[in-house]
């Protein structure tokens, strides 16, 4: 898991076009301009994947479309700031190193391939959950600011009530991943493991 994790970040570090250089407010003018170069650039690397075959040419499609989803809520974010579109941005990561490693799942078959899946949308999960949670507590932080002590103890319960709920959809994302693992196996092993899964997962 944790290798695959390794990955799925180096992937999502990938999806970063020219935008992330950009300033964090920028004219219409430059928001049209910066659209145009998205497509262009997604264009580009399109037409590239046709130097591959089969699945390493999928793969290479969906690299090419993350690349953009993730462009394009960048140019967003730094047109229209707000914490709302930096979370979008969090949000078009998960969903882009998903589709790429889900589309890499494809060169396994059988239970490894079922793993594999699994292991993927764990990650998307686990991303997106962070993201969430990053959002709920920002915002709560944002309101007590401007108001009373009262209003600092709500948003510092909202804020562990986000990370709770991050916590618990990783963990049933985790759980989601030993389970399928066990059907590697039958009979009394795969009994074990499913109990041990369940233990060490609190279910």
Do not use: W
């Not at 994947?49 to 960048?74: L, M, P, Q, R, Y």
């Amino acid at each position: 898991m944790n290798k695959f994790n390794i990955n799925v970040i180096a992937i999502a570090v990938s999806f970063a076009f020219s935008t992330g250089a950009m300033a964090q407010t920028m004219s219409k003018a430059d928001f049209k301009a910066g659209k145009e170069k998205i497509s262009a650039e997604y264009k580009t690397a399109k037409a590239a994947c046709k130097a591959f075959s089969d699945n390493a040419k999928d793969i290479c499609v969906e690299e090419a479309k993350g690349k953009e989803k993730v462009a394009k809520a960048e140019l967003e974010a730094s047109y229209k700031p707000s914490r709302k579109a930096h979370y979008e941005v969090r949000v078009a990561k998960a969903e882009a190193a998903y589709d790429v490693a889900k589309e890499r799942c494809d060169d396994k078959a059988g239970n490894l391939k079922d793993v594999c899946v699994k292991e993927a949308k764990a990650a998307k999960i686990s991303a997106k959950a962070d993201a969430k949670a990053r959002l709920k507590s920002k915002e709560a932080n944002d309101t007590a600011n401007e108001k009373s002590a009262e209003a600092h103890t709500k948003a510092d319960n909202t804020a562990a009530d986000a990370r709770k709920d991050a916590t618990s959809d990783k963990i049933d994302a985790q759980y989601g991943v030993a389970k399928q693992k066990c059907d590697t196996y039958a009979g009394t092993t795969k009994d074990n493991c499913l109990k041990e899964a369940k233990a060490r997962f609190g279910k």
